[in-house]
């Protein structure tokens, strides 16, 4: 089997290139945008992970939102999920290419680390709500904390339409402020995320917690 190599990836990322019903599919790598952060700034913020960690908090792997649309440290890659519950649809079951269905879960992994987004008690550094991170050894493999629900309208989540994500094991949903910034006020002047939006866990499902897919290598059946 052939497979693309991340630059491959990358210079393919750039617009929606599967003829299909523009679902999200499994399989896929995609880059993810804010949407709060992006009306406020009139930028689009990215979901980011990069091979990086603070040093405070749990020491993970960090995950943070930017503004470099051409990064391929944005693109994640649409996974089952690690765990199989009863209580959660799980997602992917049928394979590459299919569809994913609102309110089933998945994993996202992090194409350039392989490591997986993932969230915990911790709390996050700036607005101390929950921490996120990019979670696991490199190989894919992770826990239960990798788990996303996905929260849309309709029967699948579709590309350009709003999308949330919530952690099955803590309830929390995935989000950014245009206001939570790292700086070299909070941060220090050898931050290493400078003017990156913080990501965090959030305890409601409001309109901090919307992201868009609207870049990717969209896989069909």
Known sequence: ???????????????????????????????????????????????????KSL?????????????????????WLIRAPNSDRSDVASACQDGPGTPIRCGSSIRLTHLNTMRNLHSHGQRSPLSRQQEVTAYGEGDGRGDAGDDWMVVCDGEHWQREKHVQFQHVDTGKYLGASSTVQFTQQNCG??????????????????GFSKFVVEMGVHLSK
Not at 10 to 28: H, N
Not at 57 to 73: D, E, F, L
Request: hydrophobic share 35%.
């Open 1 to 51: 089997m052939k497979t693309l190599s991340i630059t491959t990836l990358f210079s393919l990322a750039v617009g929606i290139l599967a003829d299909d019903d523009g679902f999200v599919t499994c399989g896929s790598a995609v880059k993810m945008t804010h949407v709060e952060s992006g009306m406020k700034k009139h930028d689009s913020y990215f979901l980011n992970s990069e091979a």
């Open 55 to 75: 040093g405070g908090g749990s020491g993970q792997q960090i995950v943070t939102a930017v503004s470099n649309p051409t990064t391929t440290n944005a693109l």
């Open 189 to 206: 002047r050898q931050c290493p995320i400078m003017n990156h939006l913080e990501i965090f866990g959030r305890g409601q499902k409001d």
